[in-house]
T-cell receptor
Framework: DAKTTQPPSMDCAEGRAANLPCNHS???????VYWYRQIHSQGPQYIIH???NNETNEMASLIITEDRKSSTLILPHATLRDTAVYYC??????????FGKGTTLSVSS | EAGVVQSPRYKIIEKKQPVAFWCNPI?????LYWYRQNLGQGPELLIR????????DSQLPKDRFSAERLKGVDSTLKIQPAELGDSAVYLC??????????????FGPGTRLTVT
């Protein structure tokens, strides 16, 4: 079973920041937090991952709480093309990803 | 850089028929995964390869599913015979595993199988 809890759906206005929360209260010390998204009829797309520190790349920022029990994925300026299912996954490096149901993000103009 | 390539993209077969899916991972990626995604659900692992060795096949229904990864590059997933419940999207992913860690997984577009 997935080790994360995410809201089933969220809405965001185009151009605004989308903040997607994830709870992972049973995370182990060496487990990473990964974020993937899946646009309709496509394979999952890697977004970002982190262990303890906050991370940023060209797509998003990942904020992990100090106790590592939750995290937030931030899309700084959401566009219509960001409409997708977003998966938060906790996993050891090199092992299979266990996907939950994710959060369906709907970006509207 | 080319991504993970899968073929065919779509396949419709009658139950009891065999079917095969092919995956070409990203060049240099030594770890390959096959996942199955049912409608409305997240992907679930079927098998994971490190080079040509299957290191995790605990979720592969071995009575009808088989997989191979010859020479540690391309991989084929086969179902024989197919059942109605096998209708799903079959996803291939690859990653680079080195001593001390594994990089992120990259997914192909998937093969949508419909069994009638």
């Amino acid at each position: 079973d997935a080790k994360t809890t995410q809201p089933p759906s969220m809405d965001c206005a185009e151009g605004r920041a989308a903040n997607l929360p994830c709870n992972h209260s049973t995370i182990s010390g060496n487990e990473y937090v990964y974020w993937y998204r899946q646009i309709h009829s496509q394979g999952p797309q890697y977004i970002i991952h982190g262990l303890k520190n906050n991370e940023t790349n060209e797509m998003a920022s990942l904020i992990i709480t100090e106790d590592r029990k939750s995290s937030t994925l931030i899309l700084p300026h959401a566009t219509l093309r960001d409409t997708a299912v977003y998966y938060c996954i906790v996993s050891y490096a090199g092992t299979a990803l266990i996907f939950g149901k994710g959060t369906t993000l709907s970006v509207s103009s | 850089e080319a991504g993970v390539v899968q073929s065919p993209r779509y396949k419709i077969i009658e139950k009891k028929q065999p079917v095969a899916f092919w995956c070409n991972p990203i060049s240099g990626h030594n770890t390959l995964y096959w996942y199955r995604q049912n409608l409305g659900q997240g992907p679930e692992l079927l098998i994971r390869y490190e080079n040509e060795e299957a290191v995790d096949d605990s979720q592969l229904p071995k009575d009808r599913f088989s997989a191979e990864r010859l020479k540690g590059v391309d991989s084929t997933l086969k179902i024989q015979p197919a059942e109605l419940g096998d209708s799903a999207v079959y996803l291939c992913a690859s990653s680079l595993t080195v001593t001390g860690g594994t990089y992120e997984q990259y997914f192909g577009p998937g093969t949508r199988l419909t069994v009638t």
